[in-house]
T-cell receptor, first 113, second 119 residues
Framework: EDKVVQSPLSLVVHEGDTVTLNCSYEVTNFRSLLWYKQEKKAPTFLFML????IEKKSGRLSSILDKKELFSILNITATQTGDSAVYLC?????????????FGQGTELSVKP | GAVVSQHPSRVICKSGTSVKIECRSL??????MFWYRQFPKQSLMLMAT?????????EQGVEKDKFLINHASLTLSTLTVTSAHPEDSSFYICSTSGTSGMSSYNEQFFGPGTRLTVL
């Protein structure tokens, strides 16, 4: 059975700290791995990773994929209170000639002032 | 990214009634739309995949006669929760995937979600 597992499930840090969120997966017909940020409403897209070892970066956020070991990490440096959210990892698998996202449980990040 | 809207954003209904949720892709042709359900403190669970002009594909454990999906055009999919019960109370989110020139991958874009409360 396809599955995506995130860790930790929750995390509390102080502003300025650096955090690393983990996502491991077991999925057949892997196509890409995506990271989303969810704050109260629907998820907003952060990164899509398709190749191993190539870091994607956006401001203080960065992510990398290891297709051999089947995991990805999301790093946030110099955290701010606005980074508080649930971070979702999802794996896109080829399904019925289309795609299907399988989500992890999410990591709830709380950044304290 | 693509712009997706949902309507209504919040709905409260009595047990036994039916509720229709609309998902619109505003700026590109969504050949495929996905419907998810999210219970509090839990992740998104795919309910069904909706393809324009054909029947939806439901995930295991999702009753197709209870959650009716219609994807009649490239910009609109609807989810109708029939004979809603309190246990159907949840956050329902749609997403779109299709040819937009942005990406050949399944870079799904999510609507803002609909919070359903069944009394």
């Amino acid at each position: 059975e396809d599955k995506v597992v995130q860790s930790p499930l929750s995390l509390v840090v102080h502003e300025g700290d650096t955090v690393t969120l983990n996502c491991s997966y077991e999925v057949t017909n892997f196509r890409s791995l995506l990271w989303y940020k969810q704050e109260k409403k629907a998820p907003t897209f952060l990164f899509m990773l398709t190749s191993s070892g190539i870091e994607k970066k956006s401001g203080r956020l960065s992510s990398i994929l290891d297709k051999k070991e089947l995991f990805s990490i999301l790093n946030i440096t110099a955290t701010q209170t606005g980074d508080s959210a649930v971070y979702l990892c999802a794996v896109d698998s080829i399904y019925n000639q289309g795609g299907k996202l399988i989500f992890g449980q999410g990591t709830e990040l709380s950044v304290k002032p | 990214g693509a712009v997706v809207s949902q309507h209504p954003s919040r709905v409260i209904c009595k047990s036994g009634t039916s509720v229709k949720i609309e998902c619109r892709s505003l700026d590109f042709q969504a050949t495929t739309m996905f419907w998810y359900r999210q219970f509090p403190k839990q992740s998104l669970m795919l309910m069904a995949t909706s393809n324009e002009g054909s029947k939806a594909t439901y995930e295991q454990g999702v009753e197709k006669d209870k959650f009716l999906i219609n994807h009649a055009s490239l910009t609109l999919s609807t989810l109708t929760v029939t004979s809603a019960h309190p246990e159907d109370s949840s956050f329902y989110i749609c997403s779109t995937s299709g040819t937009s020139g942005m990406s050949s991958y399944n870079e799904q874009f999510f609507g803002p979600g609909t919070r359903l409360t069944v009394l």
